[in-house]
C-alpha cells in the first residue's frame, strides 16, 4: 500500500458525460500528479499539482481539468466523455514538486474508467 | 521535451536466468531515473531507481545501471522467478519541475 488513495476503484458512464476522480496523496506530500493509461498502453502524463497550484501539464486534452484543494486532495474531471477516454486512471504524489532534485512518485491503486 | 525509448517491448526468459530491459532518453538534463513494475490491473510500484551522479546501484536480485555520455540506462534482473512477470516501465525525470516521462514498457514472462 502506497499510502495513495484514489476513488472510485470504478466508473461506467456513458458518451457526452461529465465524471470526477478523486485522490489523496500520502501524508505529507504537495505534489499530486495525474497519469492515463489505456489499455496494453504506457503511463501518459496529464497534469501535475503543487500545493494547490498547477506545476506542469503534459497531454492533457481541454475537456480534461484537474484542481488541488487546500487540504492537498486532488480532482480530475473529464468531460464530454468520449469512448476513447476509456482506461485506467492513476494519481502518484511525491513529497516536494519544485525544480532541482526529483523525487519518487508513489502511485495510487487507479479508477478504472469505461465509457460506453 | 523528453522521449524515453525502451525494448524489448516483450521478452520472455526461462526462470533462473537474467533479463534485460534497456532504455534510452533524449534531454541531457534529465537526472533521475526510476523503474516502476506493473502487475496486471495493479498500480505500477517503484522497484529501484538512479540519480545520474552514481553509475550502477543494485538491491539484491535488481540492478540498474547508467550511461549519461550516451543517455542509457538499463535494468537488470538476476535469477527470475515467476513472480518477477509483470510489465516494467523505465522513465526519466530532470531539468526543471517533476515531470516524469516514461517508456512504452517490457512484458516479462519468467517460465517456470
Known amino acids: 500500500d502506497s499510502g495513495v488513495t484514489q476513488t472510485p476503484k470504478h466508473l461506467i458512464t456513458a458518451t457526452g458525460q461529465r465524471v470526477t476522480l478523486r485522490c489523496s496523496p500520502r501524508?505529507?506530500?504537495?505534489?499530486v500528479y495525474w497519469y492515463q493509461q489505456s489499455l496494453d498502453q504506457g503511463l501518459q502524463f496529464l497534469i501535475q499539482y503543487y500545493n494547490g497550484e498547477e506545476r506542469a501539464k503534459g497531454n492533457i486534452l481541454e475537456r480534461f481539468s484537474a484542481q488541488q484543494f487546500p487540504d492537498l486532495h486532488s480532482e480530475l474531471n473529464l468531460s464530454s466523455l468520449e469512448l476513447g477516454d476509456s482506461a485506467l486512471y492513476f494519481c502518484a504524489s511525491s513529497a516536494g514538486g519544485g525544480a532541482g532534485i526529483q523525487e519518487t512518485q508513489y502511485f495510487g491503486p487507479g479508477t478504472r474508467l469505461l465509457v460506453l | 521535451g523528453e522521449n524515453v525509448e525502451q525494448h524489448p517491448s516483450t521478452l520472455s526468459v526461462q526462470e533462473g536466468d537474467s533479463a534485460v530491459i534497456k532504455c534510452t532518453y533524449s534531454?541531457?538534463?534529465?537526472?533521475?531515473f526510476p523503474w516502476y513494475k506493473q502487475e496486471l490491473g495493479k498500480r505500477p510500484q517503484l522497484i529501484i531507481d538512479?540519480?545520474?551522479?552514481?553509475g550502477e546501484k543494485k538491491d539484491q536480485r535488481i540492478a540498474v545501471t547508467l550511461n549519461k555520455t550516451a543517455k542509457h540506462f538499463s535494468l537488470h534482473i538476476t535469477e527470475t522467478q515467476p513472480e518477477d512477470s509483470a510489465v516494467y516501465f523505465c522513465?526519466?525525470?530532470?531539468?526543471?519541475?517533476?515531470?516524469?516521462?516514461f517508456g512504452i514498457g517490457t512484458k516479462l514472462q519468467v517460465i517456470p
Open positions: 538512479i540519480r545520474s551522479n552514481v
Open positions: 534531454d541531457s538534463a534529465s537526472n533521475y
Open positions: 522513465a526519466a525525470s530532470g531539468g526543471g519541475y517533476q515531470k516524469v516521462t
Open positions: 501524508s505529507g506530500d504537495l505534489s
